[in-house]
């Protein structure tokens, strides 16, 4: 009897279908990380979010979590409860930590943004911030947005909160201070806009290789890749973008990725949005130095497209009830046919 039981659950075992593995196990075949941004709220509340979430993914970039007015809303006070929560959860399913951002010009919170602060006192402020944040999580946060979207569209550095209360020093100062909290960290800058050719991926490179030049510690790139069907850039001009910011010895990484169509998407639509997706990955796996692929969400449904672009949205690889997209299928294709072993 015991023996026929053992046949029995043999066979079925046998029979059953393979468990699919997720992007994050082919990912990791091939080389790369494969991230999205995080909805704190949404992962401590949907159980089906955080199960897609540690499913298909290895890296995780906090969508607002630790953005200036959320983790430091008072001067004297932080507040960590969703960081912390974001990092538990990274490590608790053997997860990377991306960490988003320290010198942003959005998102800073009212004492700060209405204040009356000299230089000295804006230097000392945001010191304190970058160190206190990359401090706490230093060993734990393997790396760190440092400092995003400082490039305006004519490829100018941008005038900021940060560029006019500080100077133009102030990138140099902020890689400087995250990486003396957190030697180890990985150091990125991360901009949009300027993924393909013309003046603002011109700036952007000027940008990071005068950084290098100076001997700052900054050691990637981050090419966001919020993109419409009819505004991406050229697959040729990712290429040599991505090829010119390796050629300084730094990584580079798609990092926010997401593909805005007109809602409800139509299937042509759906389709472009699989060929984008699946070009950029390609793009991002032939190249040794780009490391991670990041789409902006998880599903359609927390994305952050409808709120800022009515009549956009169906962005993201997985629909609002967390299925698969042509999207996921496209990206899926990729990794399982990329080489291991070469990068
Ligand atoms: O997705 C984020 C959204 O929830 C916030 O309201 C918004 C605030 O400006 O920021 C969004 O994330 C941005 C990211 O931090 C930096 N790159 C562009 C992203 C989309 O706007």
């Known amino acids: 009897?015991?023996?026929?039981?053992?046949v029995m659950a043999v066979a079925l075992v046998i029979s059953m279908p393979a468990v699919a593995a997720g992007l994050r196990d082919l990912a990791q075949a091939a080389g790369i990380r494969f991230g999205a941004a995080v909805d704190v709220?949404?992962?401590?509340?949907?159980?089906?979010?955080?199960?897609?979430?540690?499913r298909e993914f290895n890296l995780v970039t906090p969508e607002n979590a630790m953005k200036f007015s959320v983790v430091h809303p008072e001067r004297e006070r932080y507040d960590f409860t969703q960081a912390d929560a974001l990092v538990a959860f990274a490590e608790a399913?053997?997860?990377q930590v991306n960490g988003h951002v320290l010198v942003w010009h959005q998102q800073l919170p009212d004492w700060l943004a209405q204040g009356q602060f000299s230089q000295d006192e804006l230097k000392a402020i945001l010191r304190e911030h970058i160190q206190t944040l990359v401090t706490r999580y230093r060993g734990r946060v393997a790396s760190w947005d440092v400092a995003a979207e400082a490039v305006a569209e004519d490829g100018q550095p941008r005038d900021t909160f940060w560029s006019r209360g500080i100077g133009p020093d102030y990138l140099a100062l902020a890689f400087q201070w995250a990486h003396e909290a957190d030697p180890q960290a990985?150091?990125?800058?991360?901009?949009?806009?300027?993924?393909?050719?013309?003046?603002?991926?011109?700036?952007i490179y000027r940008l990071v290789a005068e950084l290098r030049g100076q001997g700052v510690p900054i050691h990637g790139v981050g090419m966001q890749?919020?993109?419409?069907p009819d505004d991406a850039p050229r697959t040729q001009d990712l290429r040599v973008n991505l090829q010119r910011l390796a050629a300084l010895g730094l990584a580079t990484h798609i990092s926010?990725?997401?593909?805005?169509?007109?809602v409800p998407a139509s299937r042509t639509n759906l389709n472009k949005q699989a060929v984008l997706y699946r070009d950029t990955l390609k793009l991002c796996l032939a190249q040794p130095q780009c490391r991670s692929f990041s789409t902006w969400g998880t599903t359609d449904r927390y994305s952050w497209i409808p709120e800022f672009f009515p009549g956009k949205g169906a962005a993201l690889l997985f629909g609002e009830d967390g299925r698969a997209k042509p999207a996921y299928e496209s990206v899926r294709k990729v990794l399982r046919d990329a080489k291991t072993g070469t990068r």
Do not use: I, W
């Open 1 to 6: 009897m015991r023996l026929r039981a053992l």
């Open 41 to 54: 709220e949404a992962l401590n509340t949907d159980a089906a979010y955080a199960q897609l979430l540690a």
């Open 93 to 95: 399913h053997a997860m």
């Open 186 to 203: 990985h150091l990125r800058y991360n901009d949009y806009g300027g993924e393909g050719a013309g003046a603002k991926a011109d700036g």
């Open 225 to 228: 890749m919020h993109v419409s």
């Open 256 to 262: 926010e990725m997401d593909v805005m169509l007109p």
